[in-house]
């Protein structure tokens, strides 16, 4: 059964949909989109293979990055009068990396339920397998174009405190992680999912050589979506503490026992907890 807001304006459904495999949909992403009125998709005939296969007969309107603003001011005239909306993308979840943005603020701004149908992602689905540490992680969608400009963000993530993960496209992936080698070095940690859920979907998770040695031995290997993690530096256990670790240390001592502050330090930071329970005890 679908709710709907108890106002006389309809619901903005934000549904996630397969990345790949279309058995990957939900059974309530299926309803919902049989339910609504209207469907806002990235590209309409790209959509309409998923709605042929599910008998899923709303009417489709476009809202893509070229469009979204104005797109978006009509859809939000639909939902005032009632109709329920369901927003999709291409590809995963609706907002990570796709367009919908201004469509989502505006129904906020004008009092309409947002509810979310989730499901798909290209990110979770490749974290949950790249044996990467992620806890914690940034996520940075799609990388500059131009080649100084993302050599200038690789060289921002110095030092790597957290994993970073980011989408890339297939032209530009050797140059990308040529550039990543370039700033980290060759021993750095990093995994790549691509074709996630499809066909020649491949998985990988070691150094930046063996990865680069991997996509250069085969032009297939470079071809199709792909999801890239830099894994975040595994620090020394040095004696001292440095200052930043000495600072989290000192903000959580009076509010939390010793071994629980040293617990939360050392995760923070991937070092050793005695280390960080002898300083805090020092300076008690």
Request: net charge neutral.
């Amino acid at each position: 059964m679908i709710n709907t807001s108890e106002t006389t304006a309809g619901t903005l459904y934000v549904v996630a949909t397969p990345i790949g495999n279309l058995q990957d949909i939900t059974f309530r992403a299926v309803e919902v989109l049989q339910h609504c009125i209207w469907a806002a998709c990235e590209d309409t005939r790209h959509s309409k293979r998923l709605f042929q296969a599910y008998n899923i007969n709303c009417k489709q309107i476009a809202l893509h990055q070229h469009n979204e603003n104005q797109s978006a001011k009509n859809i939000i005239k639909l939902l005032l009068n009632g109709d329920d909306v369901a927003l999709v993308s291409d590809a995963g979840t609706p907002l990570i990396s796709d367009p919908g943005f201004p469509l989502v603020l505006l129904a906020h701004e004008h009092g309409i339920k947002v509810s979310p149908i989730p499901g798909p992602s290209a990110l979770i689905a490749f974290l949950s397998v790249s044996a990467v540490k992620s806890q914690p992680f940034t996520f940075h969608g799609f990388l500059p174009a131009k080649k100084q400009q993302r050599l200038h963000f690789y060289q921002s993530l110095l030092p790597l405190n957290n994993t970073h993960v980011f989408y890339e496209s297939s032209h530009r992936i050797v140059d990308s992680l040529e550039q990543v080698q370039q700033v980290f070095g060759d021993d750095i940690t990093v995994a790549m999912g691509r074709e996630l859920t499809k066909q020649f979907e491949q998985i990988f998770r070691g150094t930046i050589v063996d990865l680069l040695e991997l996509l250069q031995s085969d032009n297939n290997h470079q071809k199709g979506e792909f999801v890239i993690a830099i894994e975040a530096h595994k620090q020394k256990n040095d004696d001292n503490l440095n200052s930043a670790q000495q600072q989290l240390a000192q903000n959580l001592m009076p509010y939390l026992p010793p071994k629980t502050a040293a617990k939360i330090v050392a995760d923070q930071f991937n070092i050793n907890k005695k280390k960080v329970y002898e300083y805090i005890l020092s300076c008690r």
